[in-house]
Every structure is written in C-alpha cells, then in structure tokens.
C-alpha cells in the first residue's frame, strides 16, 4: 500500500518535466552579462552586437548595439545606435536610440534622435534634440480605387 517506489517516480516525472518546459521556454533564459570595455582600452574601429555594452574606455568609430552604457570615464567618438542608451561619459557624435538618458556627469556633442529623453542636473548636452518621426499609415486602397474609376 505504501510503496517508497511509488512516490519517487512521481516526483522525478514532475521534475523531468519542469526542466523541459524551464529548458524550451526562450523567455526564461539567464541573462547575459554586459561586455565591458574598461578604462584602459581604446578600440579603433566600429563595434556591433546585440546584447549589453558597458563602455569605460575610448571607442573611436561606430556603435551599434542592443543596450548602451557609458561610464564616467568612458568616451566615444563617431555615431551610435543603440535600443536604449545611459551616458556618463563623452560622447562626439549622433546619438540614435529610442530611450537615451544622460546623467549629471555626461558631455555629449552631438544631436540625439529619441523617443525619450532624459536629461540630470549637471549634464553638459550641445546639439540637436530630434524626436523619432513616425510614419502615417499609408492608405494603398484608395489610390487604387481611384484609378479603377
């Protein structure tokens, strides 16, 4: 009646299950660390990827890349786009990102295209601020009925 066995299966069947669904699910996935390039490092030249950039030294070209930040002591020179975009340090040149937010310690040149933008205290900003144009929806049905008549 009362089986060790029994009670044993049960429960690795449920575990075994749990981890294939913990496995299959894509949104349950451990999160990446950001990839650093730290205070003694200058890259010349473009850099790309789709994950999370934490920037401490002297990039001299391009970015782009999924999540930017910037450290105080971090500086880059060219354009960037990026989903969203913290700066602490320097930044000469375009910033394209649809959230951008520079703290008090950022100095940026250059303009930046946003959805948001947030701005600190102390933040040095010269440029143009541009706000993302979106589309208007294109109507092709009535064109066409147009010419039909």
């Known amino acids: ?5 029994a009670k044993p299966e049960k429960a690795s069947v449920k575990s075994d299950a749990s981890l294939s669904a913990q496995s299959s699910d894509p949104a349950r ?10 205070e003694d490092i ?5 850099v790309a990827g789709e994950g999370d950039l934490h920037v ?18 971090g500086h880059i ?4 786009h990026a989903e969203t975009a913290e700066i602490r340090g320097r930044v000469i040149g375009t910033l394209v990102a649809k959230q951008v937010r ?4 950022a100095y940026v040149d250059g303009d930046i295209t ?7 205290t102390g933040a040095f900003f010269q440029g ?11 109507a092709l049905a009535a064109p066409e009925e147009a010419k039909s008549a």
């Open 29 to 38: 996935k451990a999160p990446r660390p950001a990839s650093l390039i730290s």
């Open 1 to 5: 009646m009362f089986s060790k066995t």
């Open 77 to 80: 020179e060219g354009s960037i």
């Open 102 to 105: 520079l703290y008090g310690t």
């Open 56 to 73: 401490d030294g002297v990039i001299r070209g391009d970015v782009r890349i999924a999540h930017l930040t910037i450290g105080e002591t």
């Open 114 to 120: 946003h959805e948001q933008l947030s701005v600190e």
């Open 42 to 46: 200058t890259i010349e030249g473009g």
């Open 128 to 138: 143009r601020s541009l706000k993302f144009q979106r589309p208007a929806p294109v």
